[in-house]
């Protein structure tokens, strides 16, 4: 049980101590009751599944104060979670904070005749510090403020109606003062890489309230080592320096998977993942370095290509002496007559045989026309 201290005017001097008591609603038992020091804002007391009444009182110099009165609704099971209209688990809506505070806004419900919000002002300490406000029946939004609210901590709201001195949750809400940028950048576990693209992936990057604000998505920076970046499908970002890198962005926080694709074989790479909020990213940095390999199909094109029409060539080429040798025979040429290599057989500065200096070893005598005409 939390208590709020009243201011000292409320009060009507200072608090000493506060009184519990607590009792079965549906039975005739004794009340139980406890008291405490107002050093302490809370106390714990046990009790059953049943449904129970609790009263507050606070005491000062002169007398107690008229009790507060809660309803415990009966425990329908093992749950802890506080008693729901709906069977249904309520969704965590997220809220925007403001320099004086975080809005808070609810939908209003006719039966009831008031409503509570309550919130921890250190929500990673134990105690927490727990705070609510109660406001009327009319009323559907407020802003809460609290001196211990900072940037960069998140926030949980619940919103309670109030009725018969029962309250019930209606729905809950989680924000920021301010948001800063992620407190850490996903760590990349694992690099796939193949020659024109290269797989990342970060799956146990947090996304919860240990954030310093919400996590809306992931960017991926990419760029050759010794020049800019001109990726197909990715959008420029330039960094301070000057240097060009290519920009991928993932809207789905828990997308934690990118492929890079139209990358070129045989190139160095640099690149990084950063995670941004509502409060943007951190400076770009700690970049991790990948060589994607050579493209293997291209060897297999160039051997194609190349090496094998040269060697049909060859092989063709080869083939055609052969038949032109066995099909057309050359000719021979009286001019490379070794004979005529001999002055005594030449005439002037042609390349004439002198028959009459050849003695012919047979003679042969041809009676047909085309003999007589030669």
Known sequence: ????????????????????????????????????????????ISIDNHSYRISIKAKNNVNYSLPSVLIIPRATGKSRTIFSLTQMPLKEEQVNGTDDGIFISWEPRHQYDSYIIDWCNYPMLQPCDLQWKRFGPNTSSALINSDAFVPGVRYNFHIYGSVANRDFLL???????????????????????????????WDSYPTNESQYGFVRGYHVYVSPIEENCSLKG???????????????????????????KNLLSNTKYKLVVKAY??????????????????????????????????????????????????????????????????KEFKTGPEKILKLHDCIPDTLAVDNNAKAQKL
Not at 190 to 199: P, R, Y
Not at 245 to 255: A, D, G, R, V, W
């Open 171 to 201: 729905e809950k809400k989680t924000g920021y003062l301010r948001e800063l940028p992620p407190l850490l950048d996903p760590v990349v576990e694992k690099v796939d890489l193949t020659f024109n693209a290269v797989a990342l992936s």
């Open 277 to 342: 909020t509502g409060g943007g990213e951190t400076p770009i940095g700690n970049f991790i370095y990948i060589d994607t390999p050579f493209n293997s199909n291209m060897l297999y094109l160039l051997v194609l290509l190349v090496v094998v029409p040269s060697l049909i060539a060859a092989i063709c080429g080869l083939k055609m002496k052969r038949m032109k040798e066995c099909c057309c025979p050359i000719i021979p040429s009286p001019n490379k007559s070794k004979v005529l290599s001999f």
């Open 234 to 260: 990715s959008r420029k970002h330039v960094l301070p320096d000057g240097s060009v890198l290519c920009k991928y962005t993932i809207e789905n926080p828990e997308e934690k998977r990118y492929t890079v």
């Open 1 to 44: 049980i939390f208590l709020q201290q009243a201011p000292d005017f409320q009060a009507n001097g200072r608090i000493i101590s506060y009184e519990v008591t607590w009792k079965k609603v549906d039975d005739d038992a004794e009340a139980e009751s406890i008291s405490f020091s107002s050093v302490h804002n809370s106390t714990r």
